[in-house]
C-alpha cells in the first residue's frame, strides 16, 4: 500500500551477539548495495533514452545547477530577482499574462531603461493573450512596453490553426480557447532557465500552486530560448499602430486562420527542423561531477509532432511493466487535472512492477470551482474521470498496488503536473519530469506543450526534488470509495455524456 514514502531501507537483523564493528560493516555493505542498485538503475534509464529513435537532444549538467522551488512567492521574486540581473536576454513564454501584473511589467521595464542592449522576447497565447474581461488583457498590458522600447522587445502571439473559417467566426471567446493554445512555459534570463508550468499572473504568484526548477546551464537555456524564437517566428507578432496595437503574421508565414493547411505544413516543417538541428547535440560527461542529464521534449499535436507522448508512453512501460527488476520502484504522477490520455490510463491501471501514486486537485483545488455559467460543471465532469479510473483500477486488480490523492489546501488552487520515479528499495527519486503538459488528451491532441525528463545520481539533487514532492504530498488526502459518496461529489447525469463528448478539451 502506497500510503507515505518511507524515508528509511530495511536492514537485515543483526545477532545480539555481533560486534558494533560487525553491525556498521554489515550496513554500510547493504548501504553500498542499494547505492550500486541505484546506479544501475540510472544507467539503465538513461540507455532508455539514449535508444531512442529517432535521437532526442541530451544535455549534461552537474546536479549542483538544478535547483527546485518550491512555493509560488518564490519563484515569483526568483522571477523579479532574475529580471534585474539579466544582461542579453530575457525570454518568456506562457499562455498569458495577467492584466493587473503592472510590477513584472515595471520591472521589465526598468530592466530595458537600465540597459539598452537587453532584448525580451514574449510569447503567448493568441486567444487568450487578447481576451479582455473588460480591465484589460494581456496584450494591452504590454503594448506600452513594446511602444517605449520597440528595438529591444518582441511580443509574440500563436494561434492555432485548428480554429479558423466558420469555426472562428462563431466560437465565442473563452470557449474558443478548448480548440487549441500555446500551453509551453518557459522562463529564461540570460544562461538561467527556469521551467515550469506556471503562468505569469497573481495566483500564480500566490496561491496557486505548480512546479517551477532553475538550471544555471547556458545550453539548456539555449535550446529552450531556440524554440521560443522558433514558435514567435510561427506567431502573429503585437506591433505599435500609433495609438493602439494590431496583430501581424511574420513575412513568409501563412496565416494560420486564413490559411489553415498552409500554416500547418509551414509550422510542421519548421519545427522538424528545429527539432533536427538540436537532435545532434548528444553532449557527454566531462568528468563523474556531470551526474544529471537532461532530455528537452516537445508535443504539437495540430502540427503532427508527437515527440512527448511517443517517450513518455515508452518510460511509462518501462518503470510501470519491467518485471526484471527486484523488488517494485515507485511512481508519482501528478496533474492539475485528472484526465489521462487512454494509453497513459491503461499503462498506469495495468502496472505490474511498480507502485503508484496519483495527485491531483481536489475539486475545490480545481480554478473553476464555483465559477460562472457551465465551467461550474467542469469540476464534477474531472470527479466522474477519477472515478472511472478508480474503478477500472479496482477491476484491474491493481487496488492496493495505485493509490489517488487529492490536494486540498484551505484558499489554495492546484496547477502541478510531474513525474518522479524512486527506484525499488530507495527512498529518493532519479527521475522526474517538468513542464507544461497534464498527461491529458488536450496536452496530446490540441495544445503546444514544452517538457523535460530528468536523470540525475547526484545525492543533493535527488534529496531536494523528494522535498519537492512532500511539500505537494503534505496538502493531498486519500482518495477512497467513500470520497465518490459524499453529498457534494454527486455528479448530475448529463455531465457524464458531456464529459465524454469534450474530453479532449479538458
Not at 530560448?225 to 502573429?236: A, F, G, N
Request: hydrophobic share 35%; net charge positive.
Amino acid at each position: 500500500m502506497l500510503a507515505t514514502i518511507h524515508p528509511l531501507r530495511s536492514v537485515a537483523p543483526v545477532a545480539k551477539t555481533a560486534s558494533m564493528g560487525t553491525c556498521v560493516r554489515l550496513l554500510a555493505t547493504q548501504t553500498a548495495k542499494a547505492r550500486q542498485s541505484d546506479e544501475d538503475y540510472v544507467a539503465k534509464t538513461r540507455q532508455l533514452f539514449h535508444d531512442n529513435r529517432p535521437p532526442l537532444p541530451r544535455f549534461v549538467v552537474q546536479g549542483e545547477t538544478v535547483k527546485p522551488i518550491l512555493s509560488p512567492s518564490k519563484f515569483y521574486s526568483e522571477m523579479k530577482d532574475h529580471i534585474k540581473k539579466a544582461q542579453k536576454s530575457i525570454t518568456l513564454a506562457a499562455l498569458y499574462l495577467g492584466h493587473t501584473e503592472n510590477d513584472l511589467v515595471e520591472a521589465l521595464s526598468e530592466a530595458l531603461r537600465s540597459r539598452p542592449g537587453l532584448k525580451v522576447n514574449l510569447l503567448l497565447d493568441s486567444l487568450r493573450g487578447t481576451r479582455d474581461s473588460g480591465k484589460g488583457s494581456s496584450a494591452s498590458l504590454l503594448y506600452p512596453l513594446l511602444k517605449a522600447h520597440p528595438d529591444q522587445v518582441r511580443i509574440s502571439m500563436y494561434h492555432t490553426p485548428d480554429l479558423s473559417g466558420l469555426l472562428k467566426q462563431v466560437m465565442p471567446p473563452r470557449f474558443n480557447e478548448g480548440i487549441g493554445l500555446m500551453h509551453m512555459k518557459v522562463y529564461a534570463f540570460d544562461d538561467t532557465l527556469i521551467m515550469s508550468g506556471a503562468n505569469m499572473s497573481h495566483d500564480y504568484f500566490t496561491n496557486r500552486q505548480d512546479r517551477y526548477v532553475m538550471f544555471k546551464n547556458k545550453d539548456i537555456s539555449a535550446y529552450y530560448c531556440d524554440l521560443v524564437k522558433v514558435v514567435s517566428d510561427l506567431s502573429y507578432g503585437l506591433q505599435d499602430k500609433g495609438d493602439t496595437f494590431h496583430l501581424k503574421i511574420g513575412n513568409g508565414v501563412p496565416d494560420p486562420v486564413e490559411q489553415s493547411k498552409a500554416f500547418k505544413k509551414h509550422a510542421t516543417k519548421t519545427i522538424r527542423a528545429f527539432m533536427k538541428k538540436w537532435a545532434s547535440v548528444q553532449q557527454v560527461p566531462d568528468d563523474a561531477s556531470y551526474d544529471t542529464t537532461l532530455y528537452p521534449l516537445i508535443q504539437m499535436g495540430p502540427l503532427g509532432i508527437r515527440q512527448d507522448e511517443r517517450v513518455t508512453l515508452s518510460v511509462l512501460d518501462h518503470v510501470l511493466h519491467d518485471q526484471e527488476l527486484k523488488g517494485s520502484a515507485k511512481v508519482f504522477i501528478t496533474s492539475g487535472y485528472f484526465n489521462f490520455e487512454k494509453r497513459y490510463s491503461q499503462s498506469i491501471i495495468h502496472a505490474k512492477a511498480a507502485n503508484v501514486g496519483l495527485i491531483a486537485a481536489s475539486p475545490e483545488a480545481n480554478g473553476f470551482f464555483n465559477s460562472a455559467g457551465i465551467s461550474k460543471y467542469i469540476p464534477p465532469a474531472y470527479t466522474l474521470i477519477e472515478q472511472r479510473f478508480f474503478n477500472d483500477a479496482k477491476a484491474a486488480g491493481n487496488a492496493e498496488r495505485i493509490k489517488i490523492e487529492e490536494y486540498a489546501r484551505k484558499g489554495w488552487t492546484y496547477h502541478a503536473k510531474g513525474l518522479w520515479v524512486y527506484p525499488p528499495h530507495s527512498d529518493l527519486p532519479v527521475m522526474t519530469t517538468i513542464g507544461s503538459p497534464n498527461f491529458g488528451y488536450r496536452s496530446i491532441v490540441r495544445d503546444l506543450e514544452a517538457q523535460l525528463f530528468l536523470v540525475t545520481s547526484n545525492l543533493g539533487l535527488r534529496k531536494s526534488l523528494h522535498e519537492e514532492l512532500t511539500s505537494l504530498r503534505k496538502y493531498a488526502y486519500p482518495v477512497t470509495e467513500e470520497t465518490f459518496k459524499a453529498p457534494e461529489r454527486q455528479v448530475p447525469v448529463w455531465v457524464g455524456g458531456a464529459s465524454r463528448a469534450i474530453r479532449t478539451m479538458l
